[in-house]
C-alpha cells in the first residue's frame, strides 16, 4: 500500500483490529435476514511522513451515504463546545454581518446554527443527505457534496470565499487527504483563517482508545504529520490548542502560505517538539499497541462473561462508532450485552452492525434497568452517569471498557 499523503510504499503495522462492518451501517430489522459487508480494519504507520493510517479496502461513498446515522447535536456537551467555538473565533477574528463561515462536514448544523443567531453569513457542506436535511431544517445553506479542490473552485465561483473555515472532525475521514487540504487554500480569502479540529494520535497512543480506529477514519493525525500535510498544499499551520473533547483533540488554526497575516504562536513549535520527544517519528513508538489492544478486549469479555454466569443483565449506553469497533474486534453478541440505548431516534429500533443488538431509547433502561451500563462513548461518561443518576441510586453500576476497564 502506498501512503496517501506521500505516495511512500507502507509496511509498519500500528493494529489489526480483525474485520467489520462500517461503524455507522445501523441495520433495520428486514437486513437481520441478509449479509452485510465486511472489511479488514488494519492501520499502518508511514516511516517517511508519518502519517498513521488505515489500510484501503473501503470507499468514502459506501460509508458515508444516504442514510448515514451519526447526528451531532444530541450531545449536550459537544453542542456547548461548539458554542463556545463560535464565541470565540467571532471575538478573535472579528467576525460580523459581512463575514463569511463556511462549514466543511457541517452535519445537521449543530454548530453553524450559532454563527446563524450572531447574524454572520454561513455556508455548510454535508455530503451525507440525511444530516444535510436536518440542518436544511434549521434554515442553514447547505451544499451537499464532498469537499476538495473542485468544490472549492465552484463555491469561489459562486462568491463564497471564506473568512473563516471549519472542519471538525472531518480531516481524518478523507481518503484524498492531500486533496481535501488543497481546497481550504482555495476557499479561503487571502487573510481568511481555517480551523480544523481532530482527535490527536498522542493521546490515542498514550490513552490505548483503539476503539477510535473504523473504516469512515482513514487517517490518525499527529500534529507532525498534519504540519508536512497543510505545508504542501498551500497552508501555514499559525496556532494550535489542546482540547480534551473525542477523548483528546487538536485546534489547528492555518492560514494561506501565500497571504496570510497571522504570527506563528510559539505553541506550534512547544507541540512538535513534545512529539519529537515521545518518539513519534520512530518505530519504536508504534510498537506494542497490538498487545494493548488486546487486553481491553480479554478484560472486556472476560467482565461480560462473569455478569452472564452471575445471572445480571448488561446493558449499553451510546450507539457510537467507536463501541462498534469495540463489539466487532471482541465478538460481543446479545447474549452478552442485551441492548443499547441511543438519544438518536434515527438509531433507535435498528441494531448495531455485526454484533446485532437492538438500539432503543433511554427510556429502557427505567422498564428493563441493567445491572451493568456500559458507557460505548466513554469521552461523554461523565455526561452520561449525570443523565443517568437514577440509576447508580437503584443500583445500576457504571463501566467502561477503554482505556482500562472501570466499574463504578
Request: proline content about 4%; overall charge negative; glycine content about 6%.
Amino acid at each position: 500500500m502506498k501512503c496517501r499523503h506521500c505516495r511512500s510504499e507502507i509496511k509498519l503495522p500500528l493494529v489489526d483490529l480483525g474485520s467489520a462492518p462500517p461503524s455507522n451501517a445501523y441495520l433495520a430489522e428486514q437486513d437481520l435476514h441478509a449479509p452485510e459487508r465486511w472489511f479488514p480494519l488494519r492501520v499502518l504507520v508511514c516511516e517517511r511522513c508519518w502519517l498513521v493510517q488505515t489500510e484501503d479496502f473501503a470507499k468514502a461513498d459506501e460509508l458515508f451515504d444516504a442514510d448515514y446515522a451519526y447526528f451531532s447535536s444530541f450531545s449536550s456537551s459537544w453542542l456547548a463546545h461548539c458554542e463556545r467555538y463560535v464565541a470565540d473565533m467571532s471575538e478573535r477574528f472579528g467576525l460580523r454581518a459581512k463575514s463569511h463561515v463556511v462549514e466543511i462536514a457541517a452535519n445537521d448544523g449543530y454548530l453553524l446554527k450559532y454563527f446563524m443567531s450572531r447574524g454572520i453569513p454561513c455556508t455548510g457542506v454535508e455530503p451525507t443527505a440525511s444530516t444535510a436535511a436536518a440542518a436544511r431544517g434549521k434554515g442553514i445553506e447547505i451544499i451537499e457534496g464532498f469537499f476538495g479542490l473542485d468544490m472549492a473552485g465552484e463555491l469561489v465561483s459562486q462568491g463564497k470565499h471564506a473568512d473563516l473555515t471549519v472542519a471538525n472532525n472531518v480531516l481524518a475521514h478523507v481518503p484524498d487527504i492531500n486533496d481535501f487540504v488543497a481546497g481550504f487554500a482555495v476557499l479561503l480569502k487571502p487573510q481568511g483563517v481555517a480551523t480544523f479540529e481532530f482527535p490527536h494520535l498522542l493521546r490515542l497512543m498514550v490513552e490505548n482508545q483503539f476503539d477510535t480506529i473504523y473504516h469512515e477514519h482513514f487517517s490518525y493525525l499527529s500534529l507532525t504529520a498534519v504540519k508536512n500535510i497543510f505545508a504542501e498544499n498551500g497552508l501555514t499551520i499559525f496556532d494550535v490548542q489542546e482540547l480534551s473533547t473525542h477523548g483528546g483533540s487538536l485546534r489547528v488554526f492555518a492560514q494561506r502560505t501565500d497571504a496570510g497575516t497571522q504570527s506563528v504562536s510559539d505553541r506550534v513549535g512547544t507541540l512538535l517538539e513534545r512529539e519529537d520527544a515521545l518518539g513519534m517519528r520512530t518505530t519504536a513508538y508504534y510498537a506494542g499497541f497490538q498487545a494493548r489492544a488486546e487486553k481491553v478486549k480479554d478484560d472486556f469479555v472476560s467482565f461480560l462473561i462473569e455478569a452472564k454466569r452471575a445471572g445480571k443483565k448488561v446493558a449499553a449506553y451510546g450507539a457510537a462508532a467507536k463501541g462498534n469497533t469495540l463489539m466487532n474486534f471482541a465478538g460481543i453478541r446479545p447474549d452478552l450485552i442485551s441492548f443499547v440505548v441511543d438519544k438518536n431516534p434515527a438509531k433507535q429500533g435498528k441494531f448495531m452492525p455485526g454484533s446485532r443488538i437492538p438500539i432503543l431509547a433511554p427510556t429502557a433502561l427505567e422498564s428493563d434497568r441493567p445491572d451493568y451500563l456500559v458507557i460505548l462513548p466513554w469521552n461523554i461518561a461523565a455526561e452520561v452517569r449525570e443523565q443517568n443518576y437514577r440509576l447508580i441510586d437503584l443500583g445500576t453500576k457504571f463501566v467502561t471498557a477503554v482505556p482500562g476497564l472501570e466499574i463504578a
